[in-house]
């Protein structure tokens, strides 16, 4: 069992508060860390690599999985980053008024659109990914090699069980 100073000061009053109610406190605190993790990852890395070149994490996220895959439809950007096919339109609008990516037609299907880097986005990506990296090995750095190969595993495991949920959230296996 963690000690309590191990503990974030709002899991511990959330802890405090739920303690008499049917709940699983195990897994209120995977996945409250895990959510505050994230929103303290994507404030860390916009304050500290993206602001400097005036990229949001959305932004920041679109131009990397289309750099990643290439040309790209905007709904398989919306299923890699968990967002609506809005959002995503909307951060590639504003990525496309920038001049980092277009939009074509698809040659298959003129129903489908892609999204693609243009020259600008991909000397774009290449100059802040490198970057980027060097933050997340800095967040990391307070654990061992083995721990984030650990906590990496782990966190697959959650996202593949997100993943094998039916249509009603039940998670299936």
Same mark, same amino acid.
């Given at each position: 069992?963690?000690l309590?100073?191990?503990?974030?000061p709002?899991?511990?009053d959330?802890?405090q &508060? /739920?303690a008499?109610?049917?709940?699983?406190?195990?897994a209120?605190?995977?996945?409250?860390? /895990?959510?505050r993790v994230?929103?303290?990852?994507?404030l &860390?890395?916009? &304050?500290?690599?993206?602001?400097?070149?005036?990229l949001?994490w959305?932004?920041?996220?679109?131009?990397? /999985?289309?750099?990643i895959?290439?040309? /790209?439809?905007?709904?398989?950007i919306?299923?890699?980053?968990?967002v609506?096919?809005p959002?995503?339109?909307?951060t590639v609008?504003?990525?496309?008024?920038?001049?980092?990516? +277009?939009?074509?037609?698809? +040659?298959?299907?003129r129903r489908?659109v892609?999204?693609?880097l243009?020259p600008?986005?991909?000397?774009?990506?290449?100059?802040?990914?490198?970057?980027?990296n060097?933050?997340?090995?800095?967040?990391?750095s307070? @654990?061992?090699?083995?721990?984030?190969?650990t906590?990496?595993?782990?966190?697959?495991?959650?996202v593949?069980? @997100?993943?094998?949920?039916?249509?009603?959230?039940?998670?299936t296996?």
């Open positions: 069992m963690p309590a100073n191990d503990f974030p709002e899991e511990l959330v802890r &508060r /739920i008499e109610l049917p709940a699983n406190l195990l209120y605190g995977v996945v409250s860390n /895990i959510w994230a929103q303290e990852l994507k &860390r890395m916009e &304050r500290t690599v993206l602001r400097e070149f005036d949001s959305a932004g920041f996220a679109t131009l990397f /999985i289309i750099w895959w290439g040309p /790209i439809e905007t709904r398989d919306a299923r890699s980053q968990g609506t096919r959002t995503v339109t909307s609008s504003l990525l496309e008024k920038n001049g980092l990516c +277009t939009r074509q037609t698809s +040659t298959e299907d489908l892609l999204v693609e243009t600008q986005g991909k000397a774009l990506i290449e100059q802040v990914f490198p970057l980027f060097q933050g997340e090995a800095t967040i990391v307070g @654990l061992s090699e083995e721990e984030q190969e906590l990496a595993a782990l966190l697959r495991k959650v593949n069980s @997100l993943r094998s949920s039916d249509a009603n959230g039940k998670v296996g």
